[in-house]
């Protein structure tokens, strides 16, 4: 089968992409195309899935950059792609054409930057935890330090869990309103006792007070899509073992 594969005009001239779980060699619950190489699935599919990946953004199979990611505000600027034992971190930078950055999610914020004018590019694994402690903003300032002015990058948060889909408990809701008061509109009301986190409007919001050219969500859910997309949280519902893992990457 065909990849699916989303894009954004504000990314361009750099090729980049949102992949769709569409296509792809692995079967069973991981149907498509996996990419993680964290999962239970056979490792010879997850590294043909990444072959395909790394053919479809017209690179080396070895320039496809990934990295150990922990939920951080750590962002490791790449030359080469990183090599095992990978940096644990959350986002990425570079200036270096041929080498891809990219992350792997199931409901957390894929996030890709590119300074067209300056040659710079970012990828950036964004959940609620990375994107509480500042993984965007870090970003951003990554980006900078290899020569890209904030008000000439573009961000694009790729698909990821929605509001409709994200119910959450009044702990970390308050979480959220300690960091800063105004982070309560993010939170509409659930059933009692808990609340619905709009992810992806937190995303948002943060990248616009970065003051950067252009922040958008491709406004895709993970959760609502099966036949699109791999959800941690939908796995879960659904009492299964394990879920795939979704890949997105930028190149210069």
Known sequence: MTLEILTADSLLPFRHGFFT???GVSSGIFAGLNCGVGSTDQRDAVIANRRLVAQALNVDESGLATVHQVHSAEVHPVTVPPADPRPRCDAMVTS??????AI???DCQPV???DPLAGVIGAAHAGWKGALHG????????????G???RDIHAVIGPCISQAAYEVGEEFRERFVRAGPENARFFAPGREGHFMFDLPGFGLAQLRALGIASATWTGHCTYAEPERFFSYRRATHAGEADY???ISAIVI
């Open 96 to 101: 270096t054409p041929g080498v891809a950055l």
């Open 112 to 114: 890709l930057f590119a």
């Open 135 to 146: 993984i965007l903003g870090a970003t951003v300032d990554a980006m900078e330090a290899l």
């Open 21 to 23: 779980r569409k296509g």
């Open 244 to 246: 795939g893992r979704l």
């Open 148 to 150: 890209a002015r904030r």
């Open 104 to 106: 792997l999610t199931a």
